[in-house]
């Protein structure tokens, strides 16, 4: 699904370089649930970004879901973007004035598809993560955690090859956020490969693989049965 080879990234500050990453070197299967570790500033947006093909290395090779993705330009690397990923943020993103149901069919605009079918798929999406009651409401009409289960359920209608949370809980409180940990371990045992860019242990904990960076490479790779308890 995901193979990393050599991957560096260096930033030039003034007359200095700073290698944000150096020498990754990383595969993720699909449907693997993976848990992206590190402290501020160990890289991990950094990787997220280039998995998320947001940016691209400075050095090294990535493949995507079988296509080399690591060398192509702007456009083409927004169509791996808008077809194979789907993102959910710790800010919702959200149209405020639209409906719950436009927000969500927002990204097949891009595919050239119907409202009609826009609709259908939006509605699909909202249904999977239990807002199917909730269409026609707007944003500033639901909770925290409605907000981020229609944030995700944005993130699924393309039906992603891959799901990148960036702290998807950082906005909730501990309750909500074990809700929506819940739903993505119901996407997992559905088949969906995510990878969730977190600081926080808790969260980790309910994937079944954490990989933590540590000064722009990776210091471990544990595998261990997810956690069921409480965030």
């Known amino acids: ?3 990393l080879h050599g991957i560096c990234k260096t930033y030039k500050l003034g007359d200095n370089e700073f290698a944000a990453l150096a020498d990754i070197d990383l595969r ?9 570790t590190g402290a501020s500033g160990s890289g991990k947006s950094t ?11 400075s050095a090294g090779s990535y493949s995507l879901d079988g296509e080399a993705v690591a060398g192509l330009n702007d456009d083409a690397l927004a169509r791996v973007r808008n077809r194979k990923i789907g993102f959910v943020f710790q800010s919702f993103y959200l149209m405020p004035r639209a409906t719950i149901v436009e927000n969500v069919a927002q990204p097949l605009i891009y595919r050239g598809l119907s409202p009609a079918v826009r609709r259908e798929r939006a509605a699909e999406a909202l249904n999977r993560v239990g807002l199917g009651d909730r269409l026609n409401h ?3 009409e639901l909770s ?16 992603p090859q891959l799901l990148l949370a960036d702290e998807p809980t950082g906005n909730l409180d501990s309750r909500t956020a074990e809700e929506i940990m819940k739903l993505f371990g119901q996407l997992h045992a559905d088949g969906q490969t995510l ?5 926080d242990q808790g969260i ?10 540590h000064d722009g490479r990776i210091a471990a790779d544990d595998r261990r049965v997810p956690s069921t308890g409480a965030v």
């Open 47 to 57: 990787l997220m970004n280039i998995l998320g093909c947001l940016d691209t290395p």
């Open 1 to 3: 699904m995901i193979e």
């Open 204 to 213: 980790a904990n309910h994937c079944q693989r954490a990989i933590r960076l």
């Open 144 to 159: 925290g955690g409605q907000r981020q289960r229609t944030a995700i359920a944005r993130a699924l209608i393309g039906r």
């Open 28 to 36: 993720v299967e699909r449907n693997e649930y993976v848990a992206l």
């Open 195 to 199: 990878i969730i860019v977190t600081h």
């Open 138 to 140: 707007r944003p500033n």
